[in-house]
């Protein structure tokens, strides 16, 4: 089915996923629900003569239709709670992810990127407005900030949509699965610019980006990304029983970036 954006996130197609499957849940109660209002209208009709019947309740029809939905609440819940995870979990932030800053305000977003100096949060940062730039060879982990309202950070094609609230840091990672340009906006009425709130994200080849990069007067040149972490790197000692999970993992390299120390 394509009735999505395409999908350029390398979660987006778990999110689709799961879409789809609501999708058909609920397509098939509305269907059901239409097909008996449509049946009883027409069955229980006016008839000259026929007396009305009333009735107050059947509880085995009403437990019933409560567990039913219930069921289908806690199954939607058990399928979600992987992508959730992987995606919102801090800890599941992929360490090697490039990070910039953005922060919202009516009506426009401001991108920041590491200057000269390496670091984001310092003087030499260079900032650019409705552009957010990224490279297509790695994660990225975005901080969301916002100067006035609750905006939300929205890339359609990348099936990632955060709030950014005022006064708190929001991380929000994701890598691309091709190069081009995509749409941004604000996905949370902010305003009466509200609908003039968007831009493009770029996605660039490694190459590209370090081309970008230095065509801003930004940070240094990302180096080629360093594989995932394989069992082999990991020392003899720390190779045994608890160790060997799926994916490294990240913890203390992604947390909300108050510290502005991202490599
Ligand atoms: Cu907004």
């Given at each position: 089915m394509g009735w999505l954006p395409e999908a350029v996130s390398t979660y987006a197609d778990r999110i689709d996923g799961i879409f789809y499957l609501i999708l058909v849940i609920t397509g098939v109660i509305f269907v059901v629900v239409e097909a008996v209002l449509l049946l009883f209208v027409f069955k229980y009709r006016h008839r000259e003569g026929r007396a009305a019947h009333y009735t107050h309740g059947n509880t085995k029809v009403e437990i019933v239709w409560t567990a039913i939905p219930a069921l289908l609440c806690v199954l939607i819940g058990v399928l979600s709670i992987g992508p959730w995870l992987e995606i919102r979990?801090?800890?599941?932030?992929?360490?090697?992810a490039y990070a910039i800053d953005l922060t919202a305000k009516q009506f426009e977003w401001n991108a920041s990127y590491p200057g000269p100096d390496g670091?984001?949060?310092?003087?030499?940062d260079v900032i650019k407005r409705n552009q957010i730039h990224i490279p297509g060879d790695r994660p990225v982990v975005v901080t969301l900030r916002s100067e006035d309202v609750i905006h939300s950070f929205f890339l359609p094609e990348f099936r990632v949509k955060q709030d950014a609230v005022p006064g708190m840091e929001i991380p929000v990672w994701f890598q691309a699965t091709r190069t081009g340009e995509f749409t941004l906006a604000c996905?949370?009425?902010?305003?009466?610019?509200h609908t003039r709130m968007g831009g493009r994200l770029i996605v660039h080849s490694a190459e590209d980006f370090n081309a970008w990069l230095q065509s801003e007067g930004a940070g240094p040149p990302l180096g080629p990304r360093v594989a995932e972490?394989?069992?082999?790197?990991?020392p003899d000692q720390e190779a045994s029983a608890d160790v060997p999970s799926e994916r490294p993992v990240a913890v203390g390299t992604a947390s909300p970036s108050t510290d502005h120390d991202h490599p």
């Open positions: 979990n801090q800890a599941n932030i992929p360490a090697d670091r984001l949060g310092t003087a030499d996905a949370e009425l902010c305003g009466t610019g972490a394989s069992a082999e790197d990991i």
